[in-house]
């Protein structure tokens, strides 16, 4: 890549990160860059912490017979969904990627409410660790969904301080959704008009709004929930007089579309992502800007596919299943822009660009089993099967998880000033592939066969299917690893990366890297879109070399 | 701010779906619970937070142009109605404790049997609706105290108000959730009946 | 957002109808509506219209939206928009459960 030759460039002497000293700086500070920082750092931990339960679920899974009892194993995977969902998913890229590149990106010298952003932080932490103490007291048996009247009434386990540790997250979300909407809306440098805002930034503002139309009715649902606990009320118990489905309306109205907080910000880091590498301005902008508010509005209408077995009426499951096909629009229009943005680009095989491949074709797999699923009459027969957790890893894994990697290593060297190892990354990138694969592939033939979600034994025909699965999990668990090595290593010895390694286009890569404070040292005037690339002209370029070369 | 506002509606919007599936499946029940409350003291109560949004909108009035002294005080007249709300309502929820009316703790209803299940599950949506408005409310008068400590520092112009406008917003709303509250709970039942 | 300075006369006026709107509205709970008309709902349906006349006065008027930008209507639309796609939706699901679709011949 131009300019990524080592020795060419020289670290910025005052940057965010050594503009202040000491612990307190970042505890207290304003900076939206430092609380990325400190949000990457907590989210990986939880993110490990997920992944122990994730390992144990699988390691039980080696086997028909129980290693753990089945106690032990629904506090495991309700665990495991909790931590993923709550403290990672849902914040991953909009608290860490869109923290720090949303003000860059459009020319802003941080967020509109600093303070509130820090806030939000504490607010993130507070919820992660009273859900943490909940934890270690012994868990919850609900499974991360909290069914009623199961949760309400019977479950024995600390089902009140896990809720209210999500109850206070959710503030956090919210927060940040609100922080990111007035931003885009009143903080946009001169000439930053709409239609020249990059497509990573149309979907943190497209799933802002999600958080801030979703999240307060999981925060009243749990309040309820707790409510019951103690009062000993059955609003959602059918014995007490209440609907258990009520429950599972309110709980879906958030929770369907905190599916979109989790992938709209993902698939703005692919926009970003396949521009960059293809060197080309993505496909039909306009497409893909509107898309992501497509799938924000639409997400709200399809919550009920997620209540096909539950006693919802004929009716009402036959509006929801029609509804749902209609997110597939705007969610295919997307892949198709970003294949078009492909063709005739020139394209290179960076890491952050093998994240972006392997992401589209992971993402038509989950997108296209959410189908499936969708589909009324199939579903009742896959409902609570590993299909159904085969679909879902496949968006939320195979699609944000990688997504969030590969920006992870695409804006690192913006965050630290460094490049990271591009053969370990590859590799890295390589290894997760393939073991996404061969853990989540064989749960599509498990569900399909019947083998039900949520049970620690299982008929011994499973098994050779369940050992693949655990013997994917392990490969992609060094694959998931690795990462953490390199990219500690490359703070201290990787390459000094300068202001644009890529070579891409957009605001964030005209600063240095890592940025000042204040981000600019002067405000940017934007006169042209983020996606100025030329293909032709570097094509043209390369062609003149190769004939120079033949002379 | 009206972003955050859109966030509350969504907030009792889930307590108004409960509302709504209760008063459907256990509509008699509902009716006779919804007789036990005082629709004169909620009618008070309306009429106060009424009162208290028009001392808030000429609050704003007045910081918009500049009269330190007449904010400050309509800003104060907000606060006393407020408490007078708050206090009104803490009147009825130790009435109903005493009526045995508080569900799980202290649930007696000595009416139709029939209708006992209902009628608790309507009292603890009553609470946790009020209860919740009542949080709100604590919130609100908070606010109107720290705007009238920045009032009285002299911080409002008529060029920089926003503050104290963005708390009457916040107050209005919590008067606009009564509105939708008091019909709903306390004139379901005819009074006459 | 402090731009537009309403009248004080107006906050009076509209002060007033919001009084008269919650007489109005304590008045109907007494009028068993249901059974002189015999439309079943018309109490809480009059209840809740009349409930949402006084919103939209203290949202206009108290909270300036009349006089606000073409944003601030979005939000506070789509506010009242996302409760009604919660609510009805939801209710299309409970008022269709005792509907019989298929049936054994």
């Keep these: ?551 | 701010m009206w972003a955050f506002l859109v966030t509350e509606v969504m907030f009792f919007g889930g307590l108004f779906l409960a509302y709504t599936f209760l008063r459907w499946k256990h509509h008699d029940a509902v009716v006779a619970a919804s007789g036990h409350l005082d629709w004169i003291l909620g009618g008070v109560n309306t009429g106060v937070l009424l009162i208290s949004s028009l001392t808030m909108a000429m609050a704003v009035h007045a910081a918009q142009e500049g009269k330190r002294k007449a904010t400050v005080n309509f800003l104060i007249l907000t606060m006393i109605l407020g408490a007078v709300f708050l206090g009104v309502k803490a009147f009825e929820y130790s009435h109903k404790w005493h009526d045995g009316l508080f569900p799980g703790f202290n649930f007696h209803w000595t009416e139709n049997p029939a209708y006992a299940g209902g009628a608790e599950m309507f009292l603890f949506l009553y609470f946790v609706m009020t209860g919740l408005h009542g949080l709100h409310m604590v919130v609100g008068i908070g606010l109107v105290a720290w705007i009238i400590k920045r009032a009285n520092r002299g911080d409002f112009t008529p060029e920089y108000n926003i503050p104290v406008e963005i708390t009457g917003l916040y107050w209005h709303f919590v008067d606009i959730v009564w509105i939708f509250l008091y019909p709903l709970l306390y004139l379901i039942q005819p009074p006459h009946h | 957002m402090s731009g537009h300075i309403v009248p004080k006369k107006t906050y009076y006026t509209i002060f007033l109808l919001l009084m008269v709107l919650l007489a109005v509205t304590v008045l109907i709970a007494y009028l068993d509506l249901d059974h002189a008309t015999g439309i079943g709902g018309l109490n809480i349906i009059v209840a809740l219209s009349i409930a949402f006349t006084k919103m939209m006065l203290v949202v206009l008027y108290f909270m300036h939206m009349k006089w606000s930008s073409k944003l601030t209507w979005v939000f506070g639309g789509a506010s009242i928009l996302w409760l009604a796609i919660m609510l009805v939706i939801t209710l299309a699901d409970y008022f269709s459960r005792g509907w019989v679709m298929f049936t054994n011949r």
């Excluded at chain 1, 309040?223 to 609003?235: P, Q, T």
């Excluded at chain 1, 880091?269 to 497509?294: D, K, N």
Aim: glycine share 10%; aromatic share 16%; net charge neutral.
């Design chain 1, 1 to 551: 890549m131009p300019g990524a030759a080592n020795g060419v460039f020289e670290m910025p002497k005052v940057t965010y990160l050594n503009a202040q000293e000491g612990i307190k700086s970042w505890l207290l500070t304003g900076d939206h860059k430092r609380i990325a920082i400190l949000y990457l750092i907590s989210i990986s931990i939880f993110f490990a912490l997920g992944g122990v339960f994730a390992s144990l679920i699988r390691i039980e899974l080696l086997t028909p017979g129980p290693e753990l009892d089945a106690e032990m194993y629904n506090r495991a995977f309700t665990a495991h969904g909790i931590v993923m969902v709550f403290m990672f998913l849902i914040p991953a890229i909009p608290a860490v990627l869109g923290n720090f590149l949303l003000p860059i990106m459009i020319g802003a010298r941080d967020l509109a409410f600093p303070k509130v952003n820090l806030l939000s932080w504490y607010l993130y932490m507070i919820g992660g660790l009273l859900t943490l103490t909940a934890m270690l007291m012994g868990g919850v048996d609900t499974g991360w969904t909290f069914y009623t009247p199961y949760s309400t009434t019977y479950s024995q386990s600390y089902v009140f301080l896990t809720g209210l540790g999500i109850f206070i997250m959710g503030f956090s979300s919210i927060t940040t959704g609100l922080n990111f909407v007035i931003t885009t809306h009143k903080m946009r440098a001169p000439g930053m008009t709409w239609s020249r805002l990059p497509l990573f930034v149309w979907s943190q503002y497209a799933t802002s709004l999600v958080m801030l139309l979703g999240t307060p009715v999981i925060a009243i649902t749990v309040v309820l929930l707790a409510a019951e606990r103690v009062f000993g009320v059955g609003i959602f118990n059918p014995n007490l007089g209440g609907d258990p489905v009520l429950f599972q309306h309110l709980f879906w109205f958030y929770s369907h579309p905190a599916v979109y907080i989790m992938i709209l910000p993902a698939m703005g880091v692919i926009s970003e992502l396949i521009a960059a590498f293809s060197r080309r301005r993505v496909f039909g902008y306009s497409f893909v800007a509107f898309s992501s508010l497509a799938i924000a509005i639409f997400g709200f209408l399809v919550w009920g596919h997620h209540l096909f077995v539950s006693g919802q009426s004929a009716y009402a499951g036959i509006i929801f299943s029609l509804l749902s096909f209609i997110v597939a629009i705007p969610s295919a229009v997307k892949v198709f822009n970003w294949t078009t943005t492909l063709y005739k680009g020139s394209i290179s095989y960076e890491t952050p660009m093998l994240y972006a491949l392997a992401f589209i074709g992971l993402f038509a797999i989950g997108g296209l089993t959410g189908l499936f699923c969708a589909a009324l009459g199939l579903d009742v027969h896959i409902t609570d099967t590993y299909f159904i957790i085969a679909h879902f890893h496949y968006v939320m894994v195979g699609s944000t998880v990688i997504a969030y990697l590969g920006g992870i290593h695409y804006w690192w060297p913006k965050m630290t000033g460094r490049s990271y190892p591009e053969f370990w990354g590859k590799l890295s990138a390589m290894l997760i592939y393939v073991g996404f694969n061969l853990t989540f592939f064989p749960q599509f033939i498990l569900g399909y066969l019947g083998m039900p979600r949520r049970y620690h034994v299982y008929p011994p025909e499973y098994q050779v299917l369940n050992i693949l699965s655990t013997a994917g999990a392990s490969v992609l668990a060094v694959g998931f690893l690795m990462p953490v090595f390199y990219l500690l290593w490359s703070l201290k010895y990787g390459p000094i990366a300068g202001p644009n390694p890529w070579g891409a286009k957009g605001l964030e890569w005209e600063t240095a890297s890592p940025p000042p404070t204040f981000n600019f040292d002067a405000t940017p005037i934007v006169t042209q879109e983020a996606y100025a690339y030329d293909a032709e002209a570097d094509e043209a370029a390369y062609q003149a070399a190769l004939q120079q070369d033949k002379r």
